[in-house]
């Protein structure tokens, strides 16, 4: 109880008055001390965040690791895909070599968190939770004998100013020298902690450059990481494309005219030649083709049929008018026109010669600078549309009307104005590149053959006007009808007949469509 009571009073003692309390440290080492509370502070929260990066368990070995890494289920997910798709489908393909190479990633990323725990984490935790903490508790401990030689010191003066002697004599006794005895015994203690805590805090500054080494093998680990991850992406991704590459079954519209003939072999698109040969079979008579606007769920489902390349030939053979808008909207949507961006001036100041042949000659020029995919397939389609005219009196499409409806979807330029621009001049210049080569398409190409590869066509020809399944019911008052046929027609219909108002204006004969409560007809202006 009294050792307890002299310990407080002890502490009371260095805590209040200070007076006694001896500094042992120099002042290199007390602010060795200091960094070393802040390098424990940054070593703990580094290492706390480090390791919540890390996707695999922290602290088991590789095959455990392994079993549980995300990146290893995703493999395995994505390789039992591509079993259950099978190999003759794109997408078993595609999920079988990501699966394969997600495994092989998987073993990367393992490999460098076992690294990065072995020469990074590790070290960071001995760091500031050992190697740290060992040098603060024996610098506490180092307080304690302080403060234990400097209460024998006190003590032992004390005695001696009880004793009466001056202060250069000392006292003697068996008291005394007991005193002596433990008070150069807690000097000895005291200086023996001293000089080993002096010895491990310059030890600590020493190593400072060994600690940064952390962080060196810490951007190391995660370079090679990161290059081998690269390599192994690199070596895959040939394959990958190689497979898009080779897969027949890609989608046509919206797709560049080489892109698509490359991939499928051929030398007319696809949706061109079926179109074509489909209309030649069961459209060349019926009224207003390319101009009256189909059903748009029928227009949508050739659409996709032709992107897929099934068609059902018998199907769309009973509704011409969805072939006819299916193969306005490929030219259409086509990223680049068929009569292409490079040669759209030449176009125009083809157009703008005012004699004939003059005009007839400069147009062949720019057919002969097409592409020579562009070529063949413009060379089919305006011998399609010539032989379309042959019906004129029958569908009422002459060359004009015919230029008028197809020739924004066969040429544009890159930056389009509005509605009312495409009515102007420019829209008249297009009309009047179209519609001669029309007229001429036999001086412009030579015969050629409509169904390349013969897979096309449709059995009997009917008129299909009378039925047509998207036409107002005759039942239906004026009002009505008017509202059903506006909402029927996409933006380029709607625009073809204010091109054809725009046109009559300006004096040149076309068919207008007429309307009345039973049938649509073609009055010439």
């Known amino acids: 109880m009294k050792k307890q009571f002299n310990r407080m009073r002890q502490l009371a003692n260095q805590t209040v008055g200070r007076a006694e309390k001896t500094e042992v440290l120099s002042e290199d080492l007390l602010q060795v001390e200091k960094r070393l509370e802040l390098v424990k502070q940054v070593s703990h929260s580094t290492h706390k965040k480090l390791s919540a990066c890390l996707q695999g368990q922290q602290g088991v070995d590789v095959d455990k690791k392994s079993k549980k890494h995300p990146l290893t289920t995703l493999a395995q997910c994505m390789v039992d895909g591509a079993a259950v798709l099978g190999d003759e489908s794109l997408l078993g393909k595609m999920l079988k070599l990501c699966g394969e190479t997600q495994d092989k990633l998987a073993q990367e990323l393992i490999l460098f968190e076992l690294t990065t725990e072995r020469d990074v984490i590790e070290p960071l935790y001995d760091l500031a939770e050992v ?50 005895e433990e008070m150069e015994e807690a000097a000895n203690r005291m200086e023996i902690c001293r000089d080993q805590l002096s010895a491990d805090m310059y030890s600590f500054v020493a190593k400072e450059i060994d600690y940064a080494s952390y962080f060196q093998a810490l951007i190391e680990v995660q370079a090679e990481y990161h290059r081998k991850s690269l390599e192994l992406l690199q070596s895959v991704l040939p394959q990958i494309k190689a497979h898009q590459e080779t897969w027949v079954e890609k989608p046509c519209y919206g797709k560049p005219l080489e892109e698509h003939l490359a991939l499928s072999g051929r030398d007319i698109a696809f949706p061109i030649e079926a179109c074509v040969t489909m209309l030649l079979e069961c459209g060349m008579q019926e009224e207003g083709l390319f101009r009256i606007a189909p059903s748009a769920s029928k227009l949508k489902k050739l659409k996709a049929s032709l992107d897929c390349g099934v068609l059902d030939v018998q199907e769309y053979s009973a509704d011409p008018h969805a072939i006819a808008g299916a193969l306005k909207s490929y030219l259409r949507e086509l990223p680049e026109p068929l009569m292409t961006f490079e040669l759209y001036n030449n176009w125009i100041q083809a157009s703008n ?21 562009n070529n063949n397939n413009f060379k089919y389609l305006i011998k399609f549309l010539s032989k379309l005219t042959e019906y004129q009196d029958v569908n009422k499409m002459t060359p004009g009307n015919i230029a008028i409806v197809l020739g924004p979807n066969l040429l544009w330029t890159h930056n389009e104005g509005n509605i009312t621009e495409m009515m102007t001049t420019v829209s008249l210049q297009i009309v009047g590149i179209i519609e001669p080569i029309i007229q001429h398409a036999d001086w412009f190409f030579p015969e050629i053959e409509f169904n390349v590869t013969g897979n096309y066509g449709s059995p009997v020809h009917t008129n299909h006007n009378a039925n047509y399944s998207s036409m107002p019911s005759p039942d239906m008052d004026q009002m009505d009808r008017r509202q059903t046929d506006q909402s029927r027609r996409p933006l380029s219909v709607a625009t073809d007949n204010m091109m054809l108002e725009f046109y009559k204006k300006d004096g040149v004969k076309f068919f207008v469509q007429r309307k009345d409560a039973n049938c649509i007809s073609w009055t010439e202006t």
């Not at 003590?155 to 020298?177: E, H, V």
């Open 353 to 373: 010669i005012q004699d004939q042949d003059r005009r007839l000659q400069a147009l062949l020029n720019a057919c002969e600078k097409l592409p020579p995919s």
């Open 131 to 180: 190697e740290i903490p060992n040098i603060q508790k024996q610098r506490k401990y180092l307080a304690k004998l302080v403060l234990d030689m400097d209460s024998a010191r006190t003590r032992f003066y004390q005695s001696t100013k009880s004793s009466g002697l001056s202060s250069n004599l000392q006292p003697t006794g068996a008291k005394a020298d007991h005193l002596r």
